[in-house]
């Protein structure tokens, strides 16, 4: 069966939510839920600089946290335009928590100034966010669909023009003028991640076998903090940054500080910098985990910030109150992904990716903290804005399917990514993981595991969340981007080209 839209949106977390919404008035839109990626488990919140605060040195901490390797005009982009777009999310009903004045109470992460996230239920701000644009989208009466993307379609001259939807009962034809990508990151590649198992990297394999080039893959963000349950794979429960903004300190498993004398902002360093020294602890103590003591935190505080977190640390039988809890780095967020211009357009007319799974170099070499939500809202009505203002016609010629590949052993996978593309990394390692995966298939996951091997193998030398132990200080002759695209035979994915920093562009 087909049927034919203006747009299809892909994945419902924010950045599609957002596409959605901001096109309902103008397109005739489809939005496909294929699960509600990490959106809803997002803890900290969103930053946003007004009043007092300046957009300016949001952008300049944004950069700072990035290594100096981000797009600066996106990043203005994302800092200008934040605070209206949460004023929106407010207008839409979010409820973000408040100070007795009626102010919007803002909390401190690792590498920001000065506080400047927005938060909601404490620490649940994405689930607030999430609740706001859909409730929101539902009073538009945009056209949603639940289902497993299983393919694109794309004209002969290149363009894509639908999707194939599995909807269980079903494998359906959508024909659209646009689709848009919002499928999240890669966290299902690795072993232990934050993020929820749906988030695997349909979006990233399905835009390589269209035409796209994917950039900046070496970049995985791993969050310092994630609660050390025991388990050592599949989604675990993140512990918000915030605790430490609000004054809790990491230790060893001895009881010392971790990051005293490490960086002048100590446990407040951006996250790179905090989960590589957490790693390099627990590597020279033997040990499986650090500790995060917020207990010199006043209890009322840690009670009304933090109940999720509470109720996370309840569940494995610790008190975050009067103890010290366990906590160990887990892949987080892809700062890269496939390459887009600041609208979302692709290099493949008719595909446009937004929030986690695109490539706008806001992140630089690694993602400030709470610049996800945000993103996420910017790029998605940036998205919206563009596809009313002008819609590529609708391409009427012969087609093709592009369908996506089934993994034979995801496990496997993630075990070679793990071990040998996690926080720290090495030539060697690398080598050896590009020979594992020889055999891995072609399904999403696979492409995933290859494009950040190809990626991390090929930048030899350390900056932001890519850290390689045999190239360990950032070298001038790397500030290329780092370009993957499919090879000739469209199967493995390769190193194309590098393509000159953002600066040097302009
Ligand atoms: C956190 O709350 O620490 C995570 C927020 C983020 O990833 O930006």
């Known amino acids: 069966m087909t049927r034919a839209v203006d747009v299809v949106v892909i994945g419902s977390g924010v950045a599609g939510l957002s596409t959605a919404l901001g096109l309902a008035a103008t397109r005739e839109v489809l939005l496909l ?33 990035g290594a100096g390797f981000c797009d600066p005009r996106n990043v203005r982009a994302l800092v200008e335009e934040g605070p209206q777009r949460v004023a929106e999310l407010i207008a839409h009903g979010a409820r973000f928590d408040r100070n007795a ?8 992460e690792g590498g920001h100034s000065r506080p400047r996230i927005v938060h909601a239920g404490g620490d649940a701000t994405g689930a607030e966010v999430h609740r706001a644009l859909r409730s929101a989208l ?60 749906t988030v695997r990297g ?46 809790a300190v990491l230790r060893d498993i001895h009881g010392r500080r971790i990051m005293d004398g490490l960086h002048p902002r ?59 809890i366990p906590v160990a780095p887990a892949e987080h967020f892809l700062c890269g992904g496939v390459r887009t211009d600041r609208n979302g357009a692709t290099e493949v007319p008719g595909l446009y990716a937004v929030g986690e799974v695109a490539a706008t170099g806001v992140h630089g070499a690694n993602r400030l903290a709470s610049n996800s939500l945000l993103e996420g809202l910017v790029f998605g009505r940036r998205v919206a ?31 070679i990514l793990t ?38 193998t090929a930048r030899q030398d350390s900056r932001g ?20 695209r499919l090879d000739e035979a469209g199967t493995s994915p390769e190193i194309s080209n590098m393509f000159l920093s953002y600066a040097a562009q302009k």
């Open 465 to 484: 969340c890519h850290w390689r132990s045999d190239h360990p200080h950032p070298d001038d002759r790397w500030d290329d981007h780092i370009a993957v």
């Open 33 to 65: 839920s294929v699960g509600d990626g990490s959106t809803p488990w997002a803890q900290g919140g969103v930053s946003a600089a007004y009043g007092e605060d300046d957009p300016l040195d949001h952008a300049h901490d944004t950069d700072v946290a």
């Open 202 to 247: 349909d979006g990233i394999a399905l835009a390589l076998q269209a035409g796209a080039s994917l950039v900046d893959m070496e970049f995985v963000q791993f969050h310092p903090t994630v609660l050390y349950t025991g388990e050592t794979s599949g989604q675990l429960p993140l512990v918000t940054e915030a605790v430490r903004g609000e004054g």
């Open 266 to 324: 100590a446990d407040l360093a951006p996250r790179d910098i905090v989960a590589r020294a957490i790693e390099s602890t627990m590597r020279r103590d033997g040990s499986n985990h650090v500790w995060l003591d917020a207990t010199a935190v006043a209890p009322d505080v840690l009670r009304r910030r933090f109940p999720t977190v509470l109720a996370s640390c309840a569940r494995i039988g610790v008190d975050l109150l009067t103890e010290q």
């Open 385 to 415: 804005t563009a596809l009313t203002l002008d819609l590529p016609a609708r391409d009427r010629g012969r087609t093709h399917e592009l369908a996506l590949g089934e993994d034979r052993d995801p496990e496997r996978i993630r075990t």
């Open 101 to 108: 004045d009626g102010s919007l109470s803002r909390t401190l």
């Open 138 to 197: 539902e009073r538009t009466g945009v056209r949603t669909m639940t289902g497993r993307t299983v393919g694109l379609v794309q004209s002969e001259s290149g363009s894509i023009v639908g999707v194939l939807v599995d909807t269980g009962a079903q494998t359906e034809q959508i024909d659209a003028r646009a689709v848009v990508l919002a499928t999240g990151g890669i966290g299902n590649a690795y072993l232990a991640s934050t993020n929820p198992s």
């Open 419 to 456: 071990k040998y593309a996690g926080i720290r990394r090495d030539g060697a390692g690398l080598n050896a993981a590009a020979d594992e995966l020889g055999s891995a298939g072609t399904g999403p996951l696979a492409t995933v595991a290859r494009s950040v091997v190809a990626a991390a």
